[in-house]
């Protein structure tokens, strides 16, 4: 323990007037009673220095602490009757919306399925179109390029029947048993 009462005094001052005007006189010698109550107090300090110490020391990790200490896991433990419950009412909650979903997809894949259709027969008159004019000479350049214009009007239809045949396999997959 270091007794700041008893360190060594300071250099002398550079100044002229020196340090003893303001202080009185410097060597002179404290009564003991107050040499008494100085030590006791250097004591105090040194105590309460060590546990200010101590006290950031247990303390410096606290936020880290605090945090780990939070994050709890609890558990609870049920019956069988209540978590059947809990599923009944669940399943009672959402059965609604899953059969709102599912009466949409049927009208998409009927909608689809039209369209198909349409799509089947345009083709097919396409290609009985196609038929004729292919028997029939071409005479003028009006009727050749009318049929470049149909052959490519088949070819796209042909590739939209394809997308969407892939479409209804597709939703026939997703949903077996509604089809």
């Known amino acids: 323990m270091s007794r700041l009462s008893t360190l060594p005094r300071p250099r002398e001052s550079v100044f002229a007037g ?3 005007a303001y202080r009185g006189d ?3 010698l404290c009564p003991p009673n107050l040499r008494e109550c100085v030590l006791a107090m250097e004591d105090c300090c040194e105590e309460a220095h060590e ?4 006290l950031r020391n247990g303390t410096f990790d606290l936020p880290r602490m605090r945090k ?3 994050s709890q896991r609890v558990f609870l433990l049920i019956d069988e009757g209540t978590v059947r419950r809990y599923k009944a009412d669940l399943a009672d909650e959402i059965e609604p919306q899953i059969n709102e979903l599912i009466d949409r997809a049927e009208k998409g894949l009927n909608a689809l399925s039209r369209r198909e259709g349409l799509i089947q027969s345009k083709v097919e008159v ?3 179109m196609q038929s004729r004019v292919a028997t ?3 005479s003028n350049k009006r009727e050749e390029r009318r049929l470049q ?3 490519k009007q088949r070819r796209r239809l042909e590739d939209e029947v394809k997308v969407l ?3 209804v396999l597709a939703l026939q997959h997703k949903n077996p048993k509604r089809i």
């Not at 546990?51 to 101590?54: G, I």
Request: aromatic letters at 0%; charged letters at 15%.
């Open 51 to 54: 546990a200010q110490q101590l």
């Open 18 to 20: 020196g340090i003893d």
């Open 136 to 138: 029939a000479p071409t």
């Open 165 to 167: 045949e892939s479409e």
């Open 149 to 151: 214009m149909l052959a």
């Open 68 to 70: 780990v200490l939070e």
């Open 26 to 28: 410097a060597n002179a």
């Open 126 to 128: 396409a290609q009985a």
